[in-house]
C-alpha cells in the first residue's frame, strides 16, 4: 500500500474513526484502523464490534493495499505534523509516515485480523435530515437507562410510522418521547433498538444539513451520507408497552418557567438525601413550595411563582430526575401536568410563536414521607 494525502484530510478521517476505538480492549486489533487504498480513496474503518465507523477520504493512491495500525497513535502524530502532503507506505506489517521531514514507522496487525463489518445494501434506504435525527437524539437518548438488570431499556427504541418519526427513552424512573412527521411518505413500518453509542457517532459524524440514508438488515443498522458510514447492532428484544405509563388524564397544570425552576430544584438537591435525592414540591393557586429535609444534614425551603390554579398538591421527585429532564426542555417554560402523588407528572414544552414540538418526558413521583 502506498499513498499521498494531505495532513487536514488525513487528520480529519482519523479522527473521524477514532472516536469508535474502544478505549479497553482485550482483542490488540480493536485498538487499530483499518486502512484500505484503492482507485483515488483510502477507506478508514473503526470499530468496537457494537459500532463500525467507515470514512472515505481521497488521496493519491499509488499502490493499492491494505493493513491496520494503531489509531490514537496516528492520531496524534497527525495532529502535529506541518501541513504538508503526507506519504504513508507499507513494509510488512509496518505502516511508515513521510512528512516534509519527519519519518514514522509504527507497527500494524494484518488487515485479515480486523473484524469483517455488516455488509448492509442502501438500495431500499429511507432517508431523513440531519437535523431531524439530531434533535430525536438529544431530546431522548439521555433518559436511556445505565442499569445492566434491564438491557432493553440501555437503548433508545426508533418507531417508523406511516408520516411519522418517534424515539423513546426510559429507566422506569423517566422516559423521553419526541415525534417528528417523516419526510418521505415511503418509510417503512419498522421498530428497533438502537443503542446511545451508535446514536453519539450519528451526531458526531454528521451535520443538521446532511441528508442521511438509514438501511436495516436483520440485526444491524447502517446510516450513511456523503463520504461516512456508521454500523451498528441493534438491541435485540421487545420494548416495553410505554403507552401504558403516560398518564392521559393529568388534569392539574403548571406553567413555569425553566431556568427559574431549574435553579430553585438545584438549590433544594444541595441539601437532598444522597440516596433518595428526595425534594417536596407543594403547589397552590399562584406559586409552589420546594422544600427537603434530610435529618443528618439539615432543611431547605424556596418558593416559586407560577401560573397554576387549583386544588393544593403536594408531590416528591428525585431532584436529580427533574433536573435531567429540565436541561432538554427546549423553550423558556414548561408545562408540569399531575393528578395525584402517586401518579406520574408530565412535563412539556410551552411553545411560543405557535412552533410547537411534539415532546413529553415523565418523572416518576417518590413517596413523601411525614
Not at 491494505?66 to 497513535?73: E, R, Y
Not at 519519518?103 to 431523513?128: C, H, M, Q, Y
Not at 436483520?218 to 398518564?247: D, K, M
Not at 406520574?344 to 413529553?360: F, H, N, R, Y
Request: hydrophobic letters at 40%.
Amino acid at each position: 500500500m502506498n499513498f499521498t494525502i494531505t495532513r487536514q484530510n488525513l487528520h480529519a478521517g482519523l479522527a473521524a474513526v477514532s472516536a469508535s476505538i474502544p478505549s479497553k480492549t482485550t482483542l490488540p486489533v480493536l485498538s487499530n484502523i483499518l486502512f484500505e487504498a484503492r482507485d483515488d480513496s483510502v477507506w478508514m474503518n473503526g470499530t468496537d464490534l457494537d459500532v463500525a465507523v467507515r470514512i472515505k477520504v481521497p488521496a493519491d493512491v499509488k499502490e493499492a493495499g491494505s493493513l491496520t495500525a494503531p489509531g490514537k497513535k496516528l492520531q496524534e502524530i497527525t495532529r502535529e505534523l506541518p501541513d504538508a502532503p503526507v506519504e504513508v507506505a507499507t513494509r510488512g506489517d509496518q505502516i511508515e509516515l513521510s512528512c516534509g521531514r519527519s519519518r514514522f514507522k509504527l507497527n500494524g496487525l494484518p488487515a485479515d485480523e480486523f473484524p469483517t463489518l455488516p455488509s448492509i445494501s442502501f438500495d431500499d434506504a429511507w432517508t431523513v435530515k440531519g437535523k431531524d435525527l439530531h434533535s430525536l437524539i438529544h431530546h431522548t437518548s439521555f433518559a436511556v437507562s445505565t442499569e445492566e438488570s434491564r438491557p432493553i431499556l440501555n437503548g433508545v427504541l426508533w418507531e417508523l410510522r406511516d408520516g411519522a418519526m418517534r424515539m423513546v427513552a426510559t429507566n422506569g424512573h423517566r422516559l423521553a418521547r419526541m415525534s417528528i412527521p417523516a419526510q418521505s411518505s415511503d418509510v417503512p413500518s419498522a421498530d428497533f433498538i438502537v443503542p446511545p453509542a451508535a446514536l453519539q457517532q450519528v451526531q458526531r459524524l454528521f451535520k443538521d444539513d446532511d441528508t442521511l440514508e438509514v438501511s436495516r438488515d436483520g440485526n444491524h443498522l447502517g446510516f450513511r451520507s456523503g463520504s461516512a458510514e456508521i454500523f451498528t447492532r441493534l438491541i435485540e428484544g421487545t420494548y416495553p408497552n410505554y403507552e401504558q405509563v403516560i398518564p392521559k388524564d393529568n388534569d392539574k397544570k403548571a406553567i413555569v418557567s425553566k431556568k427559574l425552576l431549574e435553579s430553585a430544584v438545584r438549590r433544594m438537591a444541595v441539601v437532598a438525601s444522597d440516596q433518595t435525592h428526595r425534594i417536596r414540591l407543594t403547589f397552590e393557586d399562584g406559586r409552589v413550595h420546594l422544600s427537603v429535609l434530610t435529618p443528618d444534614l439539615g432543611e431547605g425551603h424556596d418558593e416559586l411563582e407560577l401560573d397554576y390554579a387549583g386544588e393544593a398538591l403536594e408531590i416528591g421527585f428525585n431532584a436529580n430526575y427533574l433536573l435531567e429532564v429540565l436541561k432538554y426542555m427546549p423553550t423558556e417554560e414548561v408545562c408540569i401536568a399531575f393528578k395525584a402523588p402517586e401518579r406520574a407528572a408530565t412535563i412539556e414544552p410551552v411553545a411560543s410563536g405557535g412552533d410547537a414540538m411534539d415532546l413529553l418526558c415523565l418523572v416518576m413521583p417518590l413517596r413523601l414521607l411525614d
